[in-house]
């Protein structure tokens, strides 16, 4: 095998790294254009290749490898530019990686930040659903409470209802019958009143017409007492003496208007009350002041039926001696002031019920 000169490949052989060299130098200006991250991202800079010189290479004796060894230190130069090319373009795209990466660092940081706020306000609204279904089971206790009682008083109004409607039904009937019974009584008072007025009217107008008949006589007293009307006559002027029993001449006259009355309304009764003092007469026929006063009454009697007609039904005598005096007995005047003749007229009045 032939061997090759070693003066002309080394000289062509330097002259190969120089160019490579020049090629290289460009090659890195174009590097310097691609950032300054290429290391970090695995890259190894084309300077590095050339920190040490390339190896001589042994040639053949042949002389056709010399064609391919051409080929290749023609090409080697363009091999740190294609690095350079292919590291520029993965430090975009690992730019671009790191800036979505820290975008989404920053947006996973937002999102954690939200999802433990979330959290936090999930926390809140689970105590405040805790609370609330403690309150809303406390109100439904009470609500359970509050209906029990509400039952309990809605049956004892029902019963207190009931109760009352009773006792309503019980006072609105007392009342009725109360109201009855008030009428009733009302009704009995009025005629009870009526009666009243009538039998008042009727002594009222027996008086005015008793009045009349002895008006002028000043020893002649009329009154109304007792539901009967009064009329007092004179001892002196009824009988002929002080001790007498017969009526005298002006005691006939003074029985006249008396008379006519009786005659006129023979409904009228008549009582005779004969009053007396206590000096009896010295007649021994007298037994003691009542038969005194009884004998008086009695001629009365008999002169109104015997000389005025009279009916006898209507008179009745009484005597009433010395037990009724006006006056004491000690003087003359008090004496002749208890003598004296009372005539009770007593009209026939409406009966007036009597009150139950």
């Known amino acids: 095998m032939a061997r090759h000169r070693p003066g002309k490949c080394c000289t062509s052989g330097e002259q190969a790294v120089q160019n490579n060299k020049n090629r290289v130098g460009k090659s890195f200006m174009l590097l310097k254009r691609c ?22 290479p042994v040639y053949s004796e042949n002389l056709l490898i010399q064609p391919l060894m051409l080929k290749i230190r023609f090409f080697l130069p363009l091999l740190p530019l294609f690095f350079a090319l292919n590291a520029c373009v993965k430090a975009k795209i690992y730019n671009a990686e790191v800036a979505s990466r820290q975008s989404a660092e920053a947006r996973e940081r937002v999102l954690v930040k939200e999802l433990l706020d979330r959290k936090k306000e999930s ?8 609370e609330l279904n403690r309150t809303i089971g406390n109100q ?35 009342l009725a019958n109360t109201n009855a019974e008030l009428e009733r009584r009302n009704g ?9 007025q009538e039998g008042q009217k009727l002594l009222t107008d027996l008086k005015s017409d008793l009045e009349k008949g002895y008006s002028g006589q000043a020893d002649v007293v009329v009154s109304i007492e007792n539901e009967a009307v009064l009329l007092t006559l004179p001892d002196k002027t009824l009988f002929e003496q002080k001790a007498g029993q017969e009526v005298s001449a002006s005691g006939k ?5 008396l008379a006519q009355i009786l005659t006129n309304r023979p409904e009228l009764d008549v009582e005779i009350n004969c009053h007396t003092d206590n000096s009896l007469p010295k007649d021994k026929t007298l037994a ?11 001629n009365l009697v008999r002169l109104l039926v015997r000389d005025f007609n009279v009916n006898a039904n209507q008179l009745t005598p009484v005597g009433k001696g ?35």
């Open 123 to 130: 926390a809140d609204l689970i105590k405040q659903v805790g």
């Open 253 to 257: 006259t003074l029985l006249t208007p």
């Open 35 to 56: 950032g300054e991250n290429r290391k970090t991202a695995g890259w190894i800079w084309p300077t590095e290749i050339f920190q040490k010189p390339l190896p001589r």
């Open 188 to 196: 009995l008072l009025r005629r009870i009143q009526n009666a009243q």
């Open 140 to 174: 439904e206790a009470e609500i359970k409470d509050l209906n029990a009682e509400l039952s309990t008083r809605t049956q004892k109004m029902g019963e207190s209802s009931s109760k009352l409607a009773s006792e309503k039904a019980a006072l609105e009937k007392e």
């Open 288 to 298: 003691d002041t009542w038969d005194w006063s009884l004998r008086r009454a009695t």
């Open 322 to 356: 010395e037990f009724y005096p006006l006056t004491s007995n000690a003087t003359a005047e008090g004496r002749q002031k208890n003598r004296r003749t009372v005539l009770v007229l007593r009209p026939v009045l409406p009966a007036v019920p009597e009150a139950e």
